[in-house]
């Protein structure tokens, strides 16, 4: 065996023998939990109170006993345990102008007031003339209270809000798969409201 071989076969061994360059342990970033998802389907719900509209078939429509009799006022909650969210909603009789301005104004200061937490706040503008209905949605980006708000009005009986609310901890991160969902849902919510002639309280 040639010495320049010698030498590169001792020089392999060597190598081999050495420890091994590793990199330093790296945390791994927190997991969530794998959500399997329903697939969209919907029901038709007729509200007491004088509206209808689809809701997803693994809802369930909370009538709030009460509400504010004295002014026509309903409050309904749509919950989906699935995903531990409720859209909390409140109906109100509008007379005028004046009052519709001012209950969207409300809406909109509700929303501007998780400014501080929210990383972005998208809106998105909805018109369905056939049915009376047009309103806002606003998407809240970020660690807020409620990610989903919205209202809806048909500019001269009826004024519909609504806000999503998580049962647990705003994480972005945690919710952000049923957030998409939910918004699909609360969409789909708008898209076939239709109001009735009047608002009678439950």
Request: proline letters at 8%; one cysteine or more.
């Amino acid at each position: 065996m040639s010495k320049l071989i010698q030498f590169g076969f001792a020089l392999i061994v060597a190598s081999a023998s050495m420890p091994g360059c590793e990199n330093p342990p790296v945390p791994k970033p927190r997991g969530y939990h794998r959500i399997e998802f329903p697939t969209f389907e919907y029901a038709r719900y007729e509200h007491p109170c004088g509206i209808s509209f689809e809701v997803p078939v693994y809802s369930k429509i909370e009538l709030i006993e009460g509400g504010a009799p004295e002014a026509d006022i309903c409050w309904f909650n749509c919950a989906v345990p699935r995903f531990n969210a409720k859209l909390h909603c409140t109906l109100i009789p509008i007379t005028d102008k004046t009052q519709l301005n001012s209950l969207v104004e409300d809406t909109h200061q509700m929303v501007f007031s998780h400014e501080m937490k929210a990383a972005g706040i998208r809106t998105q503008q909805f018109d369905f003339p056939e049915r009376n209905v047009n309103g806002v949605l606003y998407n809240l980006q970020g660690p807020v209270a409620s990610p989903i708000q919205f209202f809806a009005s048909d500019n001269s009986a009826h004024f519909l809000r609504g806000s999503l609310y998580f049962d647990h901890a705003p994480n972005p991160d945690s919710i952000q798969s049923s957030l998409a969902h939910v918004e699909q849902d609360i969409v789909h919510l708008i898209e076939t409201l239709a109001w009735t002639k009047s608002i009678a309280t439950p």
